[in-house]
DNA sequence: TCGCATTATAAGGATTGCTTTGGGTTTCAC
DNA sequence: GTGAAACCCAAAGCAATCCTTATAATGCGA
């Protein structure tokens, strides 16, 4: 079997013209040349180098080994500037799978951040649920999931209905605190009050669900708080649940990443309690986090993660209470 | 530094989507491909495979070499297969240099039966005398030498004029017995003559040199038996020499190789001595002798010095008494 | 939940590769 | 012709690599 190694010191030999050169050419000792060759020919058979006094020529079996060893010799250092080229961030792709209101605030910055630093990195991104987006990433469509989960009863932080993410790499970005929606001139969106609202006080109310997490997750809620909600429309559009609520047709409870890209007007906001929220994550496949740009768009991530996190730290979103998380 | 080796792999993984399989596949055991994919993304610094639970696919990096791969295990298995067909005698190039006479009787049949026995094996022929013969097998323009040398007076076989061998690979082909050809009707061509002819009974008679080297063994010959001869005439071309000869404007020695495709047309051959010969040779590079190429035409050329030597002991040729050597 | 299949890890053994050392040969220069 | 330099080979020692067997861990399907 020939190795691409006797290609490299054939190729040497040929260029330098005798074995020492051809040594120094490759920065090793005489001997390794004279042994290299020798495994060559016996790899294939027949001599490839014939020497007469000084001089050393290439046998006809050689000269087509060398004819050869160059286009295999070149589409192999193509083949390493390709790979080095992802390994140094000048190349790469990241395909991305994120759910409706995590692209519309926390990948755009991530997204953009890693573009700017890298501009040969190319990242792409498509919309799916939780549940899909983790069945994408196993499925090798893309390398980075966005998902997000609501603790569940017994506290136990596993995807989201029924989905086991123990075997991928649970990034946690930051925890999406959910409020209340209210129309305006809601009694509970009085001037004067202060401190987060129950969710008891909304049990007479209808309700306006999202997606099929949320959905779930609102009515474990409800029922924690003693009432089961009486839903009237489901959709997971953000702004027709707040164009729905605005027209007086119910209440909502929604994450405030969602809202962040939505107009809200008509509708009041109000702060719930901080067992009221849902945790947002970035997954991934254990060997991915090796690929240098699954792990600088992971890293972007949760920079933008923070950077949101610290605007509603600091009341800049919404008006907001702190979360005191 | 990617070695073709991790290319099999890879290639073996990507085809059939396990490591086991792969290894089965390769006729080895399977952790002996999980430490070549290992020692792989160690050498490019990149994760190429991804395993999501019993499934393994390739990552992008994984995907690029994969794709290189294709074009370079194919360039590897074009040269394996290229050097394969010179090694098993379907391809390959022998240039042969020979001597004139010894390209009309010698070279003919070897290469008539090389070119029977292996099609594929392309055998070229050039012509030059001796020294330049030897200096364009050390310069690599041929492969094979056909060359011949006179016994020295102190016995040493070198080449001629002081041409060393030692460096080169001597065959011996055959003994090239040198006869005297002088005018029909020559007192020494009488009928009732037997035996060999002494060079010292031509002494007094005007000589027709050949080739440098050949004049200068008639010299040496001469010399040895008491004369010296007088040149009159020299050239390389033999049937210019018999014609010189049978228009009786000389007499002259020459080997019986150099006769066999001359029409002998008013001259007789005079039988010599044991001592007059010359011993005709094949030369080639040490290294040379392991190509099958080389090795069959060596052998070829032997069988056909074989021969002719049969057909003069036989007394086929020339109608000459057995040479008794 | 059990059984089959796949993979990772560790250790042993063998092969391979590289280097150093020494010797023979060729070539060039004085 | 003789000395020096360059080149190559051969052998020995050492290190690295590779392959194997054996074992443990994990994943998947029945």
Redesign the interface.
Known sequence: ?????YLRVLRAVAQSGSFSAAARELGCTQPAVSQQIKALEQA????V?????R?T?L???GE??HR??A??LA??T???E???A??GLRA??VRLVAFPSGSSSLVPHAVAEVRAAHPGVRVSLVEAEPPEAAAM????DVEIALAFRYPSPSGARLGPAGDDWS?LVVRSLLDDRLVGLVPAGHPLAAAGRVGPVNVAELADEHWIAGCPQCRSHLVDLCESAGFTPLIEFATDDYPAVVGLVAAGLGVAVLPLLALEAVRLAGVAVLPLGPEACREVVALT?P??V????VDVTLGRLSRAALRISALRDTGASLGLPHTGA
């Open positions: 079997m020939i190795e691409a190694r294939v058979g027949v001599p180098v014939v020497r007469s006094g001089t020529r046998t006809e079996a087509a080994l050869h060893a286009g295999i589409g192999l193509a083949a390493e390709e790979v080095a992802m390994a790469g792709r990433l196993r499925a090798g075997d496949l060997d991915l090796n690929v240098p740009a």
